[in-house]
């Protein structure tokens, strides 16, 4: 392994390139979520997901997801990051029938490998989520 003078990224030019465009895919999802940027993990997260259920020219226009996972990302299931939802409470956690059957939460992105969503509920936890309502 041969290290890099500091300060120095000229000398390693496609690491940092895609350090650029991962700070500019989470940066760009923060400014139009309007969330704060101590959120600045999860918009890290999430736009490498985004650009993993990409198709990618140099890969034969595959996903590097389905050469991963060998299926193919239902892209019907893309959110917004940032958007306003709704978490459905399985009626055998519901504490009585008049009390809210969902919860309200904030989409912060997906988990790796399945349809499932990552939540902000209003109590500041995250939640893996699948059945979930968005405005």
């Known amino acids: 392994m041969q290290l890099t003078v500091p300060y120095s990224p000229k000398q390693n030019p496609i690491s940092e390139r ?6 500019e895919k989470a940066r760009t999802l923060l ?4 969330l704060p940027t101590n959120f600045w993990g999860e918009a890290v997260v999430t736009g490498t997901f985004l650009e993993n259920v990409t198709p990618c020219s140099s890969i034969d226009n595959k996903t590097p997801f389905k050469l991963w996972n060998n299926y193919k990302f ?17 009626k055998t956690l519901q504490k009585g029938k008049f009390k809210p059957t969902s919860r309200k939460g904030i989409f912060l992105g997906y988990y790796s490998n ?3 969503g990552r939540i902000m509920l209003e109590n500041g936890k995250i939640s893996k989520c699948h059945d ?3 405005d």
Do not use: E
Not at 18 to 23: A, I, L, V
């Open 18 to 23: 895609g350090n650029r465009s991962t700070s």
């Open 31 to 34: 400014f139009t979520s309007n």
């Open 74 to 90: 239902n892209l019907s299931w893309l959110r917004t990051f940032g958007f306003q939802c709704y978490v459905n409470i399985p």
């Open 114 to 116: 399945k349809h499932n």
């Open 132 to 134: 979930v309502v968005f």
